[in-house]
């Protein structure tokens, strides 16, 4: 388990709202009572609160095993030392996928197929993505690994499964794939470092089709650095959790893969540890021409992790439509939350571009507001509302010689743009921006991805957190 970012904010804006745990998080003390294996386990702290020692690791697998039991039905176990997840936390990325999956906003390019095909990179001895995906949702899998231990025991617990065993298959990655040693390759040579085995290329067979890869991907580049976590004992084994280059370097051989495969995933898509990789993997993603990149944030109890997704699948004809007719760019935002209204929409909007810096008049009798956002200002949307003491500094420097305090007088690259609220029905807003120059459309929309994500994370009910490029 990677990812040492502290969580900064409350944990139910990132449980997926489909995510059983997300209402009902496990009761120890009434699993305790139904599973005498896991009673051992169960302690009460002073407060009356059942607890278990998150730093043995046998009580953390127990607890896996008593939860996928009993509110899977599934059978399962692993050997001493081998990755143990955290059923909650899986579960976050299957509901993830099945959000991506739902989304029209690339075509379905398996559109007959009635059960959805998925596939896991590196599903480990655990197998714990495809049991949660085939149990859960009826998704079949292929779950591939490199290891005897992974590929015995990910075959044992879909054996001991006889309900999902007939929906998932594990194949082992053998390296009878010639790597391509591209000599100004983007993801330089540190993945050829890495033990010479393929993740996608020679493992999906001909002709075949999935609609999603997922990968929990090893993410320390040293065991020291995996084993840094005194709070939590899930195990792993440095073959489980280790790879040269870490996690940058195994994403980044699935996104030099990908390229080759192309339209054979409808989605393809990662776990990410750090988001200072989600950063450089998302601009090698936007360099090798993929279609679309969505990313979500998943809190994983003290830490965070992040999703990432792209496709080289074409957008549907109907959103791109929808998202750039002329210079007009439009989303909706459906299943607002009872308490908010257009103006609440609109002030967001507002302090969504005025937290960067940009300048912002709004009028809110008409519902709009005008914004002028330099170079700067869009950088940092784009970096995700992060930026360093440097960019901080010429944003404001940039402010001032362009005075923007009239928006009269401006550097010809800032970006001048409205942005729109119109009610449709009850609950659905219309959010249009309009540009002044159609120039710089393509960095408005992906500044209005961004927009919308945050948007929607905040006024809807249960919908993708993500953004699209
Ligand atoms: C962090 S573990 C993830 C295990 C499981 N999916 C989970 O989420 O707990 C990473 C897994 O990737 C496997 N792995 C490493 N290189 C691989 C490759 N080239 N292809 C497939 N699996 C690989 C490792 O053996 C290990 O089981």
Redesign the pocket.
């Known amino acids: 388990m990677g990812g040492k970012n502290k969580r900064k904010r409350g944990a139910e804006r990132s449980i997926h709202p489909r995510n059983k745990y997300s209402d009902n998080p496990p009761d120890f003390k009434l699993l305790a009572s139904l599973y005498p294996s896991f009673n051992p386990y169960v302690f009460y702290s002073r407060d009356g609160r059942p607890r278990i020692d998150w730093t043995d690791f046998n009580a953390t697998r127990e607890l896996t095993r008593v939860l996928l039991l009993h509110d899977h039905g599934i059978n399962w176990w692993i050997p001493d030392g081998q990755?143990c997840?955290t059923v909650p936390n899986?579960s976050n990325y299957i509901h993830w996928i099945e959000d991506l999956l739902s989304s029209d906003i690339i075509p379905k390019t398996r559109a007959n197929a009635d059960v959805v095909k998925g596939f896991?990179?590196?599903?480990?001895?655990?197998c714990?993505?495809p049991l949660l995906g085939a149990s859960l949702l009826g998704w079949s899998f292929v779950g591939?690994?490199?290891?005897d231990v992974?590929l015995e025991w990910a075959q044992t617990n879909v054996q001991n499964n006889p309900h999902v065993s007939k929906l998932i298959e594990i194949r082992k990655?053998e390296s009878n794939t010639e790597i391509q040693n591209d000599p100004d390759e983007f993801c330089s040579g540190v993945i050829e470092s890495y033990?010479k085995?393929?993740?996608l290329l020679g493992?999906v067979k001909d002709g075949e089709n999935f609609d999603f890869c997922m990968c929990?991907?090893?993410?320390f580049e040293t065991i020291e650095e995996g084993g840094l976590n005194p709070k939590t004992s899930c195990g792993?084994t440095p073959?489980?959790?280790v790879?040269p280059g870490g996690e940058q370097a195994?994403i980044s051989r699935i996104i030099k893969e990908s390229v080759q495969l192309k339209q054979s995933f409808r989605w393809y898509t990662s776990m990410v540890g750090r988001k200072t990789n989600l950063k450089t993997l998302t601009s090698k993603l936007r360099e090798v021409g993929v279609t679309i990149v969505k990313t979500t944030e998943f809190v994983q109890g003290q830490t965070c992790r992040w999703g990432l997704a792209w496709s080289f699948v074409p957008p549907s004809t109907n959103i791109a439509k929808s998202r750039a007719v002329n210079s007009d760019l439009s989303f909706m935002l459906e299943g607002i939350q009872r308490q908010y209204s257009a103006i609440d929409v609109l002030q967001s909007a507002e302090s969504f571009f005025s937290s960067v810096g940009a300048f912002c008049k709004s009028d809110v009798a008409s519902f709009h507001i005008n914004i002028r956002a330099s170079k700067c200002h869009c950088d940092v949307i784009l970096n995700n509302g992060t930026v360093d003491a440097v960019e901080a500094s010429s944003c404001q420097y940039e402010d001032k010689a362009s005075n923007v305090s009239d928006g009269s007088n401006s550097l010809l690259d800032d970006l001048h743009f409205r942005i729109s609220v119109f009610q449709q029905i009850p609950g659905t807003l219309l959010v249009r921006g309009s540009l002044q120059q159609k120039e710089n459309q393509g960095k408005l929309l992906l500044i209005f991805q961004h927009l919308e994500r945050t948007l929607r994370n905040k006024f809807c009910r249960g919908k993708v957190s993500a953004d699209m490029s």
């Open positions: 990755l997840p899986r896991d990179i590196g599903t480990g001895a655990n714990i993505y591939s690994d490199v290891t992974a990655v033990h085995l393929p993740v493992v929990n991907p090893p993410f792993g073959a489980e959790m790879c195994f």
